[in-house]
T-cell receptor, first 113, second 113 residues
């Protein structure tokens, strides 16, 4: 079974703080993704990575950056957290091979005060 | 870029009835269309998917149809049960991004017994 884990289930930060959300997968997957989920807006793609040290912008990259120094780990960084970044953040991974599914982590509920 | 519209946003049915959720996409180059189910407090999980070279796919009570000409695809659930109650998301592959997905805003399905 693929396991995608996220460093925290719940996180509370203050406006202006630098925030790190960590995601780790244990199946040697090539591709990793960060989404945010908000009621009525579905899942929106923030950034993704097809390889180590590689990143691509998704639909809503503003205010975020990412880091992928190792294949199994993909980090989402909020350089200066703002209240409009309060959301559920979901990490996902994919083998990179056609016909395989994208697996999601359990999510991190981030609240920015 | 790709845009996915999903309707309806909420759907209430009686146990045993059928449920249909419809999605349209904008990018004719998209070739992969998965459906995810998310139960309350849990991560999204793949329930069925279809590729652009197939018109219909079935898995027990669940079926997905794809009309590439019209750029729309639908999820059909027959003989609904209370445990089908969840949020359902459709998605389409991003044009140049292989396994990255663009999601619809979700449909909250409620099945009453």
């Amino acid at each position: 079974d693929v396991k995608v884990t996220q460093s925290s289930r719940y996180l509370v930060k203050r406006t202006g703080e630098k925030v790190f959300l960590e995601c780790v997968q244990d199946m040697d997957h090539e591709n990793m993704f960060w989404y945010r989920q908000d009621p009525g807006l579905g899942l929106r793609l923030i950034y993704f990575s097809y390889d180590v040290k590689m990143k691509e912008k998704g639909d809503i990259p503003e205010g975020y950056s990412v880091s992928r120094e190792k294949k199994e780990r993909f980090s989402l960084i909020l350089e200066s957290a703002s209240t409009n970044q309060t959301s559920m953040y979901l990490c996902a991974s994919h083998s990179g091979r056609a016909g395989h599914e994208q697996f999601f982590g359990p999510g991190t509920r981030l609240t920015v005060l | 870029g790709e845009n996915v519209e999903q309707h309806p946003s909420t759907l209430s049915v009686q146990e045993g009835d059928s449920a249909v959720i419809k999605c349209t996409y904008s990018d004719s180059a998209s070739n992969y269309f998965p459906w995810y189910k998310q139960e309350l407090g849990k991560r999204p999980q793949l329930i069925i998917d279809i590729r652009s070279n197939v018109g219909e796919k079935k898995d027990q009570r669940i079926a997905v149809t794809l009309n590439k000409t019209a750029k729309h695809f639908s999820l059909h659930i027959t003989e609904t049960q209370p445990e089908d109650s969840a949020v359902y998301f459709c998605a389409a592959s991003m044009r140049q991004a292989g396994t990255a997905l663009i999601f619809g805003k979700g449909t909250t399905l409620s099945v009453s017994s």
